[in-house]
């Protein structure tokens, strides 16, 4: 709602959209299929999106990415799921390094995505990830993430994708695919446990649901000017 107000008013939003607490309440009566009844909704919606940035979603030259939010109408800090970066996968992580003209930007990105939609989508452990991250910056007597070369996160993606594949998961290449799974993933998120705990001490009605805010990327990790 709050997005909304700000981009009636003229701020400066990236473009987006909202799939309504409304839909996550009939996800909980009906299931999956109410991702069919709405998907073709949600292709247009990101066609409005890709026109606003003129950028495609899946696009090898200069591929939209989004982030995918959860959007509870009580603010319930921690316990519900985000993806960043959704829409890289091995073609358009090339694509992003020639348009952000920054190797190590691109290959920081998708090591993320791949790490982030892992946990929350796929169900792997997070520190797994967090493990082979820590080895490796020891491997090249690095302190930060941020010292990491391109050369080193492009070794961590092979890396994570072996994670993956050692847990008995499959890591989706098709963007669409991947936008469908995070969006059941952000639903399937309202139920979990910690959700469930956090809205009983504090009083939260389980009716209420959540929305899914699905907006282009703003990156944090290009430049010490980038927002």
């Not at 920054?102 to 792997?124: C, E």
């Amino acid at each position: 709602a709050n997005l909304s107000q700000m981009s009636k008013i003229g701020l400066p939003v990236p473009p987006g959209f909202i799939i309504t607490t409304e839909a996550c309440r009939e996800y909980w009566t009906q299931g999956a299929g109410l991702l069919d009844e709405i998907w073709a909704d949600v292709c247009a919606a990101v066609a409005r999106v890709e026109e606003e940035t003129s950028k495609k979603f899946g696009c090898m030259q200069d591929p939209l990415l989004v982030s995918v939010r959860s959007g509870a109408p009580v603010s319930m800090p921690g316990m519900m799921d985000t993806i960043l970066n959704l829409g890289l996968n091995d073609e358009t992580v090339e694509a992003l390094v020639k348009s952000s003209g920054d190797s190590r930007f691109a290959y920081d990105s998708y090591r993320r995505f791949i790490q982030m939609y892992s946990n929350v989508v796929l169900g792997v452990p997070h520190d797994l990830f967090e493990a082979r991250l820590t080895a490796l910056k020891k491997e090249q007597k690095l302190q930060f993430d941020h010292q990491v070369p391109a050369s080193g996160w492009k070794q961590l993606i092979a890396e994570y994708k072996k994670i993956i594949l050692d847990a008995g998961k499959s890591f989706p290449s098709d963007c669409w695919d991947q936008l469908r799974l995070a969006i059941d993933a952000v639903f399937k998120s309202w139920n979990t446990p910690r959700a469930n705990t956090y809205r009983k001490i504090n009083g939260i009605s389980a009716e209420l649901g959540t929305a899914v805010n699905i907006q282009a990327m703003v990156f944090g990790n290009l430049g010490d000017d980038c927002g």
